[in-house]
């Protein structure tokens, strides 16, 4: 592995209602009611670029650039029931929420609408059930620009979804159902797939689906030379080595990272010392992990 990002990408994205505003999550990405991202930035320069020696200027020449390898996302799709409280219930109580809307979300399809977002060529691999919520994430991830050609809707389970619930403070308790997120996925994937894995420039995963199909995704990527990176968040369970041992990059937040490490996290420092626990707990286990061939 190569190293360890401390902090997790955004956990959902939100529309604004012009009507009646609520305070969103420094966390979030907004969108309008109709769930439709804008994608009209302009740019000077389409192809994202990095300046080895700034003080050269690059040339220009009429030929076409190559086209650019994809971000490929596999991972999860969620239909979020939102709900905005003061604070979170007491065992037995019941509280009113201040707004409520369900919004479209979930870990790899906000990962997807990013990239999608950047105008940068973005594949989402993943699966929703034949039903609104399925119809409301197609119809997001595809208003954010992201190709679509391996999303797949399955009648054996419905969409997945989770229940947000935002404090006034800003901080964010979920629950996920996983739904067509964590089953009615083939015990091996088709070759189609994994070949969409080999040509990316990055892949990124998740643990909102199982961890038999990241494995399968981490390692079809490995074997092309192609990087992953693995967010840490989703199900509640220690990361399997053999997953591990075929991931460049562990993305945790804070409280995945002290679930990691054992170590508190509520300061930088305690953070940083948590970081490099963690890249040495993830060193030495894949060390201790065979490469499967």
Not at 79 to 88: F, K, N, P, S, T
Not at 139 to 154: E, I, K, P, S
Not at 219 to 227: I, Q
Not at 235 to 240: L, N, S, T, Y
Request: charged residues 15%; glycine residues 8%.
């Amino acid at each position: 592995m190569r190293g360890i990002a401390a902090f997790s990408p955004s956990k959902h994205w939100h529309p604004i209602n012009q009507n009646h505003p609520t305070k969103q999550s420094n966390r979030s990405l907004t969108t309008t009611n109709q769930i439709q991202f804008n994608t009209t930035t302009r740019r000077v320069n389409p192809l994202p670029s990095f300046a080895i020696n700034p003080s050269k200027t690059p040339t220009h020449n009429s030929t076409a650039p190559p086209p650019l390898p994809p971000l490929v996302v596999v991972g999860s799709a969620n239909a979020d029931v939102y709900v905005e409280i003061d604070r979170l219930p007491k065992e037995g109580e019941t509280i009113s929420a201040k707004t409520g809307q369900t919004l479209a979300g979930g870990k790899g399809a906000n990962q997807a609408v990013c990239g999608g977002k950047l105008s940068y060529p973005t594949y989402f691999v993943g699966q929703v059930g034949e039903d609104a919520h399925g119809k409301l994430i197609t119809q997001a991830l595809h208003g954010g620009g992201v190709h679509l050609d391996y999303l797949n809707t399955v009648s054996a389970a419905p969409t997945g979804h989770a229940v947000v619930m935002l404090q006034s403070d800003g901080q964010n308790s979920i629950i996920i159902v996983g739904g067509a997120n964590m089953s009615s996925w083939p015990q091996t994937l088709s070759d189609e797939s994994l070949e969409v894995v080999r040509n990316a420039g990055i892949v990124l995963l998740q643990r909102e689906i199982p961890d038999s199909v990241n494995f399968q995704v981490a390692k079809a990527a490995r074997t092309a030379g192609v990087p992953v990176i693995l967010d840490a968040g989703g199900v509640d369970a220690p990361i399997p080595p053999e997953l591990l041992s075929f991931v460049d990059f562990l993305s945790p937040n804070e409280s995945e990272l002290a679930r990691l490490t054992g170590m508190p996290t509520e300061s930088f420092e305690q953070i940083s010392q948590a970081v490099v626990k963690c890249h040495k707990l993830v060193s030495f286990v894949t060390q201790l992990t065979p490469k499967l061939s």
